[in-house]
């Protein structure tokens, strides 16, 4: 998960994460409200599906949409064109308690099959923080059951628990997030992860746009802020409709 990979960093190096916090920044926090309300996407909204990977990676955002200070995460096997790394004698170790919560924040893809095209970009930052963006367009209104499957998903994932690749435990917390709305229609949640005294905070926003599904997540010991958060959505959102087919 996205998350964890962040508290990895975060339980090597221990440094209070300043992050990049906007006006509402601060430290973590240790309580979460509810989940908000199952929103009701839309299985007519907006053009039809991007169907070309490139472009859709186009419309994601890019260093330049960012704070100072982050910069593009390459994947070895899809960017740089390096082999898969090779597996060690070591066995994973790692787990979730229930299974079906491993999917919470992977990407909208993974989470819900089907798409008509895919695409990903990582970002890291100051001090262990990271921020992930993710797209998957779907066809015959397939972003509207995407949209319903990932709220499920987290419906049933408030409080979960697991292990790391090396066997240490790991407890999450899901909760709400009050943003305004993205798209045309948007869920937002915040995570906590916590292991060895250790707590990273990611704040995410899926929302839909037309018939595709967009996930951004912003990792760090503190949170991300909400303008801030808000205004990298709304961008990611406005640069995808502009994407799709007319």
């Known amino acids: 998960m996205r998350a964890a990979r962040a508290l990895v960093c975060a339980t090597v190096a221990l440094p209070l994460l300043a992050g990049c916090a906007g006006s509402d920044g601060g430290e973590s926090p240790t309580s979460l409200p509810p989940l908000p309300a199952k929103v009701t996407a839309s299985a007519t909204a907006g053009a039809g599906p991007i169907t070309d990977p490139a472009r859709l990676k186009a419309a994601l955002l890019t260093t330049a949409d960012l704070p100072t200070g982050f910069a593009p995460l390459a994947d070895p096997v899809q960017d740089l064109g390096l082999p898969p790394a090779p597996e060690y004698d070591a066995a994973d170790r790692s787990s979730t308690d229930p299974q079906a919560c491993a999917a919470v924040l992977r990407e909208v893809a993974d989470q819900a099959p089907g798409s008509a095209a895919r695409a990903v970009a990582r970002f890291g930052g100051p001090e262990f923080t990271s921020i992930d963006i993710d797209a998957a367009s779907y066809p015959d209104g397939g972003a509207a059951a995407a949209l319903n499957r990932v709220q499920d998903t987290l419906s049933g994932c408030t409080e979960y628990r697991g292990t790391d690749a090396d066997g240490f435990e790991v407890q999450y917390r899901l909760g709400g997030l009050d943003q305004p709305a993205v798209g045309d229609a948007s869920v937002a949640v915040r995570l906590l992860t916590s292991s060895d005294g250790v707590t990273m905070t990611s704040d995410v926003i899926i929302a839909q746009v037309g018939s595709t599904l967009v996930q951004l997540v912003a990792s760090g010991q503190q949170p991300i802020g909400q303008d801030l ?15 799709a087919p007319v």
């Open 229 to 243: 958060l808000t205004r990298l959505a709304r961008t990611a959102a406005d640069r995808v409709g502009a994407a």
